[in-house]
């Protein structure tokens, strides 16, 4: 792998399988990303060495997913002017509630980008990050294309037996 362009960060090995969509979009795409655990509360001084040095390695967007008092994205968000995406992971007590309004409901001047709770939302995070690196890259807007393409394709194809 050569020098990642988008980074996934999660605040416990407990969102891997949700955030493994993320993980596997890119690959799809052939698009070179790190993915590490990284926790707002549990690691903060690591989530703002990472946030800080991010766009200096390379990084052009970062996808961040955290479930519960989801602070993750928006910490991230205080430390870089780099893109932050943030994914709210399902959770078991609040079904993911608690953790959309923590990643979502950020102060002015720290936006993040906020998706969908659970896989769904960490798909939409790893194809908007790439629509982030398709603003100056043709063959990432070219595989973009044809992706919308495949989607319709399918829809088109449904035949309902009713
Ligand atoms: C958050 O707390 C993590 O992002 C995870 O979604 C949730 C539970 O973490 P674990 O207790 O499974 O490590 O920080």
Do not use: C, W
Request: charged share 25%; proline share 4%.
């Amino acid at each position: 792998m050569s020098k990642p362009k988008i980074a996934i960060i999660m605040g416990s090995q407990s969102d891997l399988e949700t955030m493994n969509e993320a993980v596997n979009l890119l690959k799809e795409f052939k698009i070179d990303y790190e993915v590490r655990v990284l926790s707002a509360h549990r690691t903060p001084d690591e989530v703002a060495k990472f946030s800080a040095e991010a766009r200096k390695k390379g990084i052009k967007a970062i996808i961040a997913g955290a479930g519960g008092a989801a602070a993750l994205a928006g910490v991230i968000a205080s430390h870089t002017t780099l893109p932050v995406i943030g994914v709210p992971i399902e959770t078991s007590s609040l079904k993911g509630m608690d953790s959309l309004l923590s990643t979502v409901q950020m102060p002015a001047g720290v936006p993040v980008a906020s998706m969908a709770i659970g896989k769904a939302g960490v798909k939409n995070a790893a194809i908007f990050a790439l629509q982030i690196l398709a603003i100056y890259d043709k063959a990432i807007e070219k595989k973009l294309a044809a992706y919308k393409k495949e989607l319709a394709k399918k829809v088109k194809g449904i035949k309902l037996n009713v």
